[in-house]
């Protein structure tokens, strides 16, 4: 059964980068058939998708947050991570990595996603000087 | 504003079915999948539904999904306490989420 263990920092100063990993257990980051994505949540309100990223390297962000955003994947340490640059108050959130199956057609070029049925425990990040 | 639109709240009682929509557009729900989270209190989400009807191994057959063209809908029979969280329709790829519905069982 795959685990995801969240860490890195809860407190990051404004203009600074907020950088956070999750390890997998149970599973591999390098396995081609699941993919790992980031999801945010400030204080009482709700889901936000920040990107994905595949065991290839390859990512897709949010374009709201792309030009902050750099997510990687290190299947060495079988994790992978999340940098979020120039933060302010704004990006203010609980913080979730989280993983789901796909399978990709190469036929049709098209991706088939099955949700993120794995999720990490979450990390409250405060953007505060 | 979300992409996808939800009731902001439901309830209902013990045993009761109750049913929460999720509204979007052709570029969205009309033309792709549509997964369901529940996410309990002070808890990271959880699928709860993927591919429109599809429940994970573990999701009692209590929750169930439909989608109709541009709309979607999660159905939860025999309402439990159990069940009181918040409740988010995805969209395929869960680059967009609903705003939520809070489930309250009275």
């Known amino acids: 059964q795959v685990q995801l263990q969240q860490s890195g920092p809860g407190l990051v100063k404004p203009s600074q980068t907020l950088s956070l990993t999750c390890t997998v257990s149970g599973g591999s980051t390098s396995s081609g058939s699941y993919y790992w994505s980031w999801i945010r949540q400030p204080a009482g309100k709700g889901l936000e998708w920040i990107g994905r990223i595949y065991n290839s390297g390859s990512t897709n962000y949010n374009p709201s947050l792309k030009s902050r955003v750099t997510m990687s994947v290190d299947t060495s340490k079988n994790q992978f991570s999340l940098k979020l640059s120039s933060v302010t108050a704004a990006d203010t959130a609980v913080y979730y990595c989280?993983?789901?199956?796909?399978?990709?057609?190469?036929?049709?070029?098209?991706?088939?996603?099955?949700?993120?049925?794995?999720w990490g425990q979450g990390t409250t990040v405060i953007v505060s000087s | 504003q979300s992409v996808l639109t939800q009731p902001p709240s439901a309830s209902g009682t013990p045993g009761q079915r109750v049913t929460i929509s999720c509204f979007g557009s052709?570029?969205?729900?009309?033309?792709?999948?549509v997964n369901w989270y529940q996410q309990l209190p002070g808890t990271a989400p959880k699928l709860l539904i993927y591919t429109n009807n599809q429940r994970p191994s573990g999701v009692p057959d209590r929750f169930s999904g439909s989608k109709s063209g541009t709309s979607a809908s999660l159905a939860i029979s025999g309402l439990q306490s159990e069940d009181e969280a918040d409740y988010y329709c995805?969209?395929?790829?869960?680059?967009?989420f609903g705003g939520g519905t809070k489930l309250t069982v009275l």
């Open positions: 052709s570029s969205n729900i009309g033309g792709n999948t």
């Open positions: 989280a993983g789901g199956g796909y399978y990709y057609d190469s036929s049709s070029y098209s991706y088939y996603y099955y949700g993120l049925d794995v």
């Open positions: 995805a969209t395929w790829d869960d680059s967009f």
